[in-house]
């Protein structure tokens, strides 16, 4: 007899089944509501030659022993004796409706394992994990324990589509096509690192991508070292895998201990990868209710403008400018503390630098705030220098392993931030900052990996799961901090984008993508995180900067329209601005804080490309009232448009043909179907290499 049962998202269906056999579970269908109603896509005709029935199945979730082959998603022995698992099906629970708990048990070896699912209302996404158990008599050694692996039928092999990049240069969106074979990415950083995100879009080669297309995704929310990996095997089935990265190369799970392993999230779209985003976006907007409803506020930076030479006064001339022309917060960066003259000293000692505040710190920013600024500042908790106090305190509190040279990166150390006492000492610091001064904001960066990911003392094999203690207390202290002073908004930062992953993203308030806030260069990388992640969590600045890759130069207004694709902040150094450009910039300010609710929360359309002459972003309101379009020249900078003597036109998306749309700065008035069919004119030219248009439906 075979169990099946089927979970039901916003729009969509997946169904799961355990064969009579009971040895594993399989995906049934996955893909728009109905899609279960029929023999199942995925069922192979039963021959499988030279390999097992487990090998070539559409498996949910499958160990070494039964799936010798074919990839497994767990590989468990106890010390000194082979590898592998045989388990059967013990029992299935529906606790709630979009719930679903398959129990799988191996006595033998003496391990329990639960695959769970939970659908995410309101959302097309389902949440996987599973639940471990040591129910034997002694250790066992966890080689291998991915959250979930998903089955996708590409008779035309597969297309998949990633973020890759380095620093400043993060999130870069490319394609690979596989007919047969294998494809991985990953990082053993610690954190989702800069190279790629942990996020892997799926559709099926022979059909292009576009807003008809069936495409599928996954995204796992761990913020340590991960893999993501899709073969296609002979039979044209993609399987794609997700899990965590353990840095000892095996977990040690102690007898009658447990573990559960990070969420992957998979999510289906009929509609493309621009309808797979709008899925994400939807997602993260319902996963951090009610926070995510909060405006973020027109933030100015001081990085950029003063370095590690913060003075109280250039601060309060930047502040004052900053307030007249609208921002609403004051971020002040990296050297407000003692000793941090360069990046080579000061981390670990968290006290304000009198002699860069000599009225006191607090006097200091209740001055901000009387400009009608709140307040923020920039922090590194889980570094530090050198020649601190805190290392000259506490020595064992940093990565080390005993009898080798400790690696500098940027001038610091890493904290071994899973001790509890190395939590205890950074929260502490953290609640005595966030009370003593009325600060509403935290930029809370990371600017080197661990190395040397050794705990003097402990014993090996290790008892400790390093990178996982490492993640679970970053993330308890983001949480403590949440609950204490719910008031503050927390941007994380790793280097720039080195720590985007699903449950970062969940546990802060906004991300910050890349350190590279060059116009052209930041329009590429923020395409790419609008892919993964939602507008109100991505952090975009208006600065000087030229960019690393390309340099072309762009205007204010182009740099501007870039920072409103998501929470717009300011990093210039204002001071050195014309009257004209202050002037020009607060009327930005003005419109992005009146358009700010539909920037946000709106439905988002990705429209063609920065590698295109042209290119867009849609944002629709949700009650349809109106359509806001950033479109930028992002092409050749003569402003001649791709057919000589014609303006470009962006083909907008998801508009009501019959219905009519109004330029509120034009008074330029369209039908939906011209919109649809024809496009948004963009009469580019040298003096005008951007836009922002306001579509009123009438």
Same mark, same amino acid.
């Given at each position: ?175 690979? @096509? ?69 840095? @000892? ?59 590690? &030479? ?63 600024? @709140? ?121 720039? $984008? ?32 609008? &892919?993964? &992640? ?100 992002? $092409? ?63």
């Amino acid at each position: 007899m075979t169990n099946r049962w089927t979970l039901r998202t916003a729009t969509t269906s997946y169904t799961v089944e355990v064969p009579a056999h009971g040895s594993w579970a399989e995906l049934s269908s996955w893909g728009p509501i109905g899609v279960e109603d029929g023999p199942s896509p995925l069922a192979g005709h039963g021959r499988t030659p030279f390999r097992t029935a487990a090998d070539a199945a559409p498996a949910e979730y499958v160990p070494l022993g039964l799936r010798p082959f074919g990839g497994a998603d767990l590989d468990v022995r106890r010390p000194g004796t082979d590898r592998g698992s045989w388990w059967s099906f013990t029992g299935a629970e529906a606790v709630e409706p979009g719930e679903l708990r398959l129990r799988f048990a191996d006595d033998v070896l003496g391990i329990a394992a639960v695959l769970c699912y939970k659908t995410v209302p309101g959302t097309d996404v389902i949440r996987r994990w599973v639940e471990l158990a040591n129910s034997g008599d002694g250790d066992l050694l966890l080689g291998r324990l991915d959250s979930a692996a998903v089955n996708v039928p590409v008779p035309g092999g597969a297309r998949l589509t990633y973020l890759v990049g380095q620093w400043a240069r993060e999130f870069q969106l490319k394609h690979v @096509e596989i007919e047969r074979g294998g494809f991985d990415i990953g990082s053993t950083q610690g954190v989702s690192g800069h190279d790629y995100a942990p996020w892997l879009a799926a559709q099926d080669a022979a059909t292009a991508d576009g807003p008809a297309t069936p495409t599928w995704g996954v995204s796992l929310a761990w913020s340590g070292s991960w893999h993501i990996d899709a073969q296609v095997d002979a039979g044209r089935l993609l399987r794609m895998r997700a899990g965590r990265e353990p840095h @000892e190369g095996e977990v040690l799970l102690p007898a009658g201990g447990s573990l559960t392993t990070p969420e992957l999230l998979v999510a289906f779209s009929p509609e493309g990868l621009d309808g797979l985003a709008r899925v994400w976006h939807a997602f993260e907007r319902q996963q951090s209710r009610p926070r995510s409803l909060r405006p973020r506020p027109v933030l100015y930076n001081s990085w950029e403008a003063t370095g590690f &030479h913060v003075e109280h006064e250039d601060q309060l001339e930047l502040a004052r400018i900053a307030a007249s022309i609208g921002a609403e917060l004051f971020v002040v960066d990296d050297g407000w503390f003692i000793g941090r003259a360069d990046d080579t000293a000061g981390l670990g000692d968290w006290e304000p630098d009198p002699a860069a505040f000599p009225d006191g710190f607090g006097a200091f920013v209740e001055q901000v705030r009387g400009l009608g600024l @709140e307040f923020g500042l920039w922090v590194e908790p889980e570094s530090v220098s050198p020649g601190s106090r805190l290392l000259a305190a506490h020595p064992d509190w940093i990565y080390a392993i005993d009898g080798r040279p400790s690696t500098l990166i940027r001038g610091q150390l890493a904290l071994d931030l899973g001790r509890d006492e190395v939590r205890e000492h950074v929260l502490g610091w953290l609640d005595k900052l966030l009370r003593g001064y009325p600060i509403s904001y935290l930029k809370w960066d990371m600017n080197r990996p661990p190395t040397e990911r050794g705990r003097p003392g402990d014993p090996l094999p290790r008892a400790a799961d390093l990178d996982a203690a490492h993640v679970a207390n970053y993330h308890r202290i983001l949480s403590t901090l949440r609950a204490e002073h719910p008031h503050v908004l927390v941007e994380g930062c790793a280097g720039g $984008g080195g720590r985007a992953d699903a449950a970062a993203v969940a546990a802060t308030d906004v991300v910050w993508p890349s350190d590279n806030t060059g116009p052209q260069d930041r329009l590429a990388i923020q395409y790419g995180f609008l &892919h993964a &992640h939602a507008p109100h969590v991505m952090s975009s600045w208006v600065t000087d900067s030229t960019g690393f890759f390309d340099t072309r130069p762009r205007s204010l207004r182009f740099r501007f329209v870039t920072a409103m694709a998501g929470a717009l902040g300011i990093g210039a150094d204002v001071r050195a601005w014309t009257p004209e450009q202050r002037a020009e910039a607060a009327e930005w300010i003005a419109r992005y804080k009146q358009w700010r609710e539909t920037l946000h929360h709106g439905v988002v359309h990705l429209i063609g490309s920065p590698a295109d002459d042209s290119c867009g972003v849609q944002y629709s309101a949700a009650d349809g009232s109106h359509e806001i379009v950033l479109a930028w020249n992002s $092409g050749n900078l003569t402003g001649l448009p791709l057919l000589p003597g014609r303006p470009d036109r962006l083909r907008l998306r998801g508009l009501e043909p019959a219905a009519r749309y109004r330029d509120e700065a034009t008074g330029a008035e369209y039908s939906g179907a011209h919109l649809l069919h024809a496009g948004l004119p963009c009469a580019w030219s040298a003096d005008l290499d951007a836009d922002a248009v306001l579509l009123r439906r009438r």
